[in-house]
């Protein structure tokens, strides 16, 4: 259990220990977290497969940039000129200031942007101060299809669209590492939700079954009872073509 304002109070004006030291260490983590909203958060009864920021390529206008101002420092020690000295030295400057705001705002984004797999849905969110999310649940997956440049296979990293079922059509997202496996991942978690779908229904089948067509020797309805109660079951839609003549055929084999 988390320790409370009081034990943070006494934990700070106490004398510092190295299990303190790691216990503020640990909630301030903890809570740095969920302002940022790094983590997705589950449903009950629901399992993380996959969970991953966007691959690092995330950053290549901060590296190009970088780049830019290290030919800068290049091109100062090639001029001679005292006052086209000072002009770079003030271009650099300004240009390392930017770079550092733009990098260190951009890890936030990077690092409050998450894309998770679970076995009921896939999610996604972003946004330090504005928040965005979507949530495609599983069953509503119609296809999943994977981009990648020459480059972006080297790199490892690519863009994966979900075609979805309902309003929301076609979602895309950029920068996820090791695209390929995410669609395979995504459509064998698709088919692990359908067989599941497949065991409710038949159990809850079974189930119907045992209610209106008791088996054994303690059986009190006659045949003509038991298909009539059949029918009403494929009637209700509780049972499928095959499954009725199949039930059907065992009745009057018992005549």
């Keep these: 259990m988390p320790a409370s304002i009081g034990e943070h109070s006494s934990i700070i004006g106490s004398e510092p220990s190295g299990r303190h030291v790691a216990l503020c260490l640990i909630v301030t983590a903890q809570y740095s977290s969920r302002m940022l909203g790094a983590e997705i958060e589950l449903m009950p009864d629901e399992k993380m497969i996959l969970a991953s920021n966007p691959h690092w390529f995330y950053f290549w206008k901060q590296v190009a940039a970088g780049a830019g101002v290290i030919g800068l420092l290049l091109l100062l020690a090639l001029v001679d000129a005292d006052w086209l000295n000072t002009i ?93 496996h995410v669609r395979s991942l995504i459509f064998a978690q698709v088919e692990a939700d359908e067989q599941r779908d497949s065991d409710r229904d038949a159990a809850a089948l079974a189930e119907a079954m045992r209610h209106h067509l008791p088996q054994g ?39």
């Design 217 to 255: 020797a303690g059986d009190a309805r006659s045949p003509q009872e038991r298909l009539a109660a059949l029918d009403d079951l494929r009637a209700q839609g509780l049972v499928n073509d095959e499954e009725y003549q199949t039930k059907r055929q065992q009745i009057l084999d018992e005549l």
């Design 88 to 180: 770079i030295w003030w271009v650099v400057i300004l240009a390392v200031v930017v770079l550092v705001l733009d990098l260190i705002y951009e890890f936030i984004q990077w690092k409050t942007t998450r894309f998770a797999i679970t076995d009921q849905r896939v999610a996604y969110q972003s946004g330090i101060f504005r928040r965005r999310g979507v949530s495609i649940p599983l069953n509503r997956v119609n296809n999943v299809n994977f981009d990648q440049s020459a480059i972006a296979r080297i790199l490892n990293n690519g863009i994966v669209t979900i075609e979805s079922a309902g309003q929301t059509g076609d979602s895309v997202f950029e920068n996820i590492p090791n695209p390929e």
